[in-house]
Each structure stands twice: as C-alpha cells, then as structure tokens.
C-alpha cells in the first residue's frame, strides 16, 4: 500500500491510498500508516481516504480501517473513505464494515460529508482538489448526504422453519 496527502487544507487531509493493502502494510511493532504520513498527532486530523487505486485488501486492511476509525473517534478527527473499486466495494459490502465507516460513493460525496460536519468549513465552499478552470462547475451535492452511516440494503427475514412434532 502507498499512502500520498493529496492536499491539506485548514480543515481537511485528503489522502490517496495505491496498491493492495494487505498484512504485509503493517507491522506490529511499527507506526499505524497514518502516523508514518501525518505524524503522532494522525488522529485529531480530519481525513477523507480515497479508494480508488485500491484494487484489494485483506482482513489486516479491514481491521486497519476499523482501527483507524476508532482512533479518530476517539481524538475527535474525522474519517471518511470514497471512491471504493467495485470488487474491494463488494468485500467491504458483505462484512458491513459501512455500519461503523462512513464509505462514500466520491470526493464530493465525501467533501460533502466532511464540510457537513465542520462547521467553519461549511462556511466557504469546499472546491475539489482535481478541477480545473475549464471544467463546468457541477451539480451541488443531493440533501441526502450526510455524515454518518451508510445503510447496508435490508436482508429480507429468515422463513420460519416449520416445527417438527414428536410423535408419542
């Protein structure tokens, strides 16, 4: 895995993450990724990680991120992740790991979220990183997007199983 700061703001790190991230990324022993990028102070930063040079990750990667998610929590950062491949997209899916991650469909969707839940951020608008002057401006972000948690699609309720009865 290779992790590059995309762009630091005020408010806000952006992240790029490349490769497979797999146990071989971390040691046990050695600094959390974040920390080897942004320093002892990682987790107070407001962080949004883009998945789209990631083509796999392993169980190790799954309990980095949830981890990570923890440790910003706990230090009042933030910590969002987007633009997730489909096939990495569909491992993360099955574990449900989007009940306790926010996983976001794009940056906006995720510049969005951050400037939803910084207040002074919400103040200025947020410009993404990768535009330039000759790009028309887009459309603004649905009201639908909110910082939290993404709903995992409802799994229809087992069948009842039909009760066998003892013969006496």
Sequence with gaps: M???????D????????????????FRAEGPDP?????GAG?????VVLDFGKVAFLDSSAIGWLMTCRREFDRNGGLFLVHSIQPRVRQVLDLLRVGKALPLLDNERAALAAAAASIPAMSATPAEPARTSAATPAAPAPSPEVTLGFE??????????RPRKRKVA
């Design 42 to 46: 990682w987790a107070s930063h407001k």
């Design 151 to 160: 709903l995992a699609s409802p799994t229809p309720a087992p069948k009842p």
């Design 10 to 25: 005020k408010y806000l790190v952006r992240i790029d993450a490349e490769g497979e991230i797999t146990m071989r990324d």
């Design 2 to 8: 290779k992790l590059s700061v995309a762009s630091i």
């Design 34 to 38: 974040f920390e080897a990028l942004l």
